[in-house]
């Protein structure tokens, strides 16, 4: 398994759990919540459903997902204090009944083949060594039929939207952080440079193959803001 982007982000997550919530509001000028609600509405989320939200942290997507009437919801994350985080909450909500949370790895679920009928996951895959096989591991506990969306930051296409972009993840975000604390420095840091370098290496086009090749059809995308931002959802064939 990704021992050393597992532990990466191990750290990485721990020492920011607590202001995780306001700060992504925050950095992603509130257009974060839009893109999440977008991706729970491709979701498989209906009423009695069961779904499993990985890389849950806090539970923002997860308290969306539960928002359905009487949706089920695993909540599942490898960092034992992002998802402490979303405890208070989920029980402000009144959803601590629908969402269990569960700690895990992304690359080795925890839940029987086809056991649910949606499956999420956010800003994942840059964490882990294999994307592929991470994606295909998702696939594998969803049942035929079921919807898959998962959420991701990208790099804008067009010049000027690009700059601007550079400007923000290197600049604006880096200087917010350092003023934060040096835990979101540290991630501030690493955020835009992890962003370009993921899709350098994978462009969007991979991402829809990969999940094909896991079994996967209708993939369809959606980009936000210039393209910093994209939802990837199917439904397993
Ligand atoms: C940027 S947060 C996203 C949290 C939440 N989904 C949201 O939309 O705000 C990424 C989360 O992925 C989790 N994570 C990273 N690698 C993981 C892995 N291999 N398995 C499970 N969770 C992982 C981190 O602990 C962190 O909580």
Redesign the pocket.
């Known amino acids: 398994m990704?021992v050393e982007?597992?532990r990466f982000?191990?750290r990485?997550?721990a020492g920011i759990a607590s202001q995780?919530?306001r700060m992504?509001v925050l950095l992603s000028f509130g257009q974060?919540a839009r893109w999440?609600r977008f991706l729970v509405s491709r979701s498989n989320a209906v009423p009695g459903a069961r779904v499993l939200?990985?890389?849950?942290?806090?539970?923002?997507?997860s308290r969306a997902l539960a928002a359905g009437q009487n949706v089920h919801v695993v909540a599942?994350?490898?960092?034992e204090p992002?998802l402490r985080a979303g405890g208070e909450p989920n029980r402000l909500a009144g959803l601590e009944e629908q969402i269990r949370p569960v700690l895990?790895?992304?690359?080795r679920l925890p839940f029987g083949d086809g056991s649910f009928d949606a499956v999420s996951?956010?800003?994942?895959l840059r964490?882990?060594d294999d994307p592929p096989a991470?994606v295909h591991e998702l696939v594998r506990v969803l049942r035929v039929g079921g919807s898959i969306a998962m959420?991701e930051f990208s790099v804008p296409e067009a010049p000027l939207a690009r700059l601007g972009w550079w400007i923000q993840t290197r600049v604006v975000m880096r200087l917010v952080g350092i003023a934060v604390s040096p835990a979101w420095a540290r991630t501030t840091a690493f955020l835009g440079p992890s962003i370009s370098r993921f899709v350098d290496d994978h462009p969007i086009e991979e991402w829809v193959r990969w999940f094909q090749a896991a079994g996967i059809r209708h993939v369809r995308t959606r980009s936000f803001l210039f393209g910093s931002a994209v939802v990837l959802w199917g439904v397993k064939s």
Do not use: I, N, P
């Not at 996951?121 to 994942?124: D, E, G, K, M, N």
């Open positions: 990704a982007r597992t982000a191990k990485l997550f995780y919530e992504g974060d999440r939200d990985v890389a849950a942290g806090t539970q923002l997507v599942l994350d490898q960092s992002m895990g790895h992304a690359e996951f956010t800003y994942l964490y882990v991470t959420l």
